[in-house]
């Protein structure tokens, strides 16, 4: 069965640190990979979206990045979080029966 | 742009009642819809997946239904328990492949004892 592992599940970071969140799915090749951000009181925002190594496609500009450097691995950084970057992150993929989203990383920018 | 809204924001019932929850779309092009239970601090746990071309799809005691040409989507909750109580999000996505999903802001649920 496909799994998809994220970590670490909180993070306290001060600002103009860099920051690196790791995502991996087991169980499925070639799979389209997803972040998104939830904000306190907001609704979930798409930040980076990939469908292969390699292939990385932002929706919105901002200070993160993202990197897909092996098939079932995604990474979300940052070179210098700012306050704005706080938030709860989750990774995802989407298999046949959906989206499936990883538990989540609690960022707090200090 | 697809935009995705959920009623009631909060809603509060005590146990053992049946409750609905609404999802509209303005997109009526979807491709599939889904709704997804979150608790607090905790990531999203997808409940029903309902493609364009059905109707409704159930779970237990959950049934979503989708009428795709009004734009519109409801979850059903019978028999309503504590353990519900959670986060409701509805999400679309357009086509298939890569598409991203749109959400909705969530219908935050408490049922007490």
């Known amino acids: 069965s496909q799994t998809i592992h994220q970590w670490p599940a909180t993070l306290v970071q001060p600002v103009g640190s860099p920051l690196s969140l790791e995502c991996t799915v087991e169980g499925t090749s070639n799979p389209n990979l997803y972040w998104y951000r939830q904000a306190a009181g907001r609704g979930l925002q798409l930040l980076f979206y990939s469908v292969g190594i390699g292939q990385i496609s932002s929706e919105v500009p901002q200070n993160l990045s993202a990197s897909r450097p092996q098939d079932r691995q995604f990474i979300l950084s940052s070179k210098k979080l700012l306050l704005s970057d706080s938030g709860f992150y989750l990774c995802a993929w989407r298999g046949g029966y959906g989206y499936t989203f990883g538990s989540g990383t609690r960022l707090t920018v200090v | 742009k697809q935009e995705v809204t959920q009623i009631p924001a909060a809603l509060s019932v005590p146990e053992g009642e049946n409750l609905v929850l609404n999802c509209s779309f303005t997109d009526s092009a979807i491709y599939n819809l889904q709704w997804f239970r979150q608790d607090p601090g905790k990531g999203l746990t997808s409940l029903l997946l309902?493609?364009?071309?059905?109707r409704e799809q159930t779970s237990g005691r959950l049934n979503a239904s989708l009428d795709k040409s009004s734009g519109r989507s409801t979850l059903y909750i019978a028999a309503s328990q504590p353990g519900d109580s959670a986060t409701y999000l509805c999400a679309v996505a357009l086509f298939s492949g890569y598409s991203t999903l749109t959400f909705g802001k969530g219908t935050m649920l408490l049922v007490s004892p």
């Open positions: 309902i493609q364009s071309s059905q």
